[in-house]
Nanobody, 116 residues
Framework: VQLQAFGGGLVQAGGSLRLSCATS????????MGWYRQAPGKSRDLVAT???????DYADSVKGRFTISRDSAKKTVYLQMNNLKPEDTAVYYC???????????WGKGTQVTVSS
């Protein structure tokens, strides 16, 4: 399984970005897909996750601003980010937790920079 993230960039505070993460290989609806982020000097933290048939899970800091969605046919997960804040600046990583293979897969990160 390979993951590739797209959509990062530079945006002003209050703006929006949409991240996409395309996967290749065999994945299943029961697999969890999601986004994490890592700011300089900080740990990699959960942003949002989604599992087929379940409710998405969000970090408190992004609730009401970010929306995660999944297109199973395209094997792609999206992160719509609205009302961005400078503290959202980080490298964003997409992740897949495979229930069948019992491991996590990570994509290369995409930089999101929010200017004040």
């Amino acid at each position: 399984v390979q993951l590739q993230a797209f959509g990062g960039g530079l945006v002003q505070a209050g703006g929006s970005l949409r991240l996409s993460c395309a996967t290749s290989g065999t994945i299943f609806s029961i697999d969890t897909m999601g986004w994490y982020r890592q700011a300089p000097g900080k740990s990699r933290d959960l942003v949002a996750t989604t599992t087929g048939g379940g409710s998405p899970d969000y970090a408190d800091s992004v609730k009401g601003r970010f929306t995660i969605s999944r297109d199973s046919a395209k094997k792609t997960v999206y992160l719509q980010m609205n009302n961005l804040k400078p503290e959202d600046t980080a490298v964003y990583y997409c992740m897949l937790n495979s229930k069948v293979y019992g491991r996590d897969y990570w994509g290369k990160g995409t930089q999101v920079t929010v200017s004040s």
